[in-house]
């Protein structure tokens, strides 16, 4: 069973910057998806950013431009760069993982559906 440990929040002023970390282990899968979901307090997950092992990258709109995805196969690692930060970004945001995934737009809209999930990270921003 793949453990996925997160770090990264925190509080930021609007502008502000933050990165978030996700690393997986144990880890012996040659295809994956990995991304972030954020979840408000009484809503669903929403997919904000995912890679994938072919290095596909899907981003939400409203993150676009302003959130990078990236991954450290060495280290099992991804991040999410996330600047320009804005109020409604503050949530729960959480890493998730998918060994048997098609590409990482697929990956985006199955946050209801995914087993391997992070604890979650805080991310608050204020005006």
């Known amino acids: 069973q793949v453990q996925l440990v997160e770090s990264g929040g925190g509080s930021v002023q609007a502008g502000g910057s933050l990165r978030l970390s996700c690393a997986a282990s144990?880890?012996?899968?040659?295809?994956?998806?990995m991304g972030w979901f954020r979840q408000a307090p009484g809503k669903g997950r929403e997919g904000v950013a995912a890679i994938d092992s072919d290095v596909l990258t899907t981003y939400a709109g409203s993150v676009k431009g302003r959130f990078t995805i990236s991954a450290d196969n060495a280290t099992n690692t991804v991040y999410l760069e996330m600047n320009t930060l804005k109020p409604e970004d503050t949530d729960m945001y959480y890493c998730?993982?998918?060994?048997?995934?098609?590409?990482?737009?697929?990956?985006?809209?199955?946050?209801?559906?995914?087993?391997?999930w992070g604890q979650g990270t805080l991310v608050t921003v204020s005006s």
């Open positions: 998730a993982a998918d060994y048997s995934c098609g590409n990482s737009g697929y990956f985006m809209g199955r946050g209801n559906y995914l087993d391997t």
């Open positions: 144990p880890y012996t899968y040659s295809t994956y998806c």
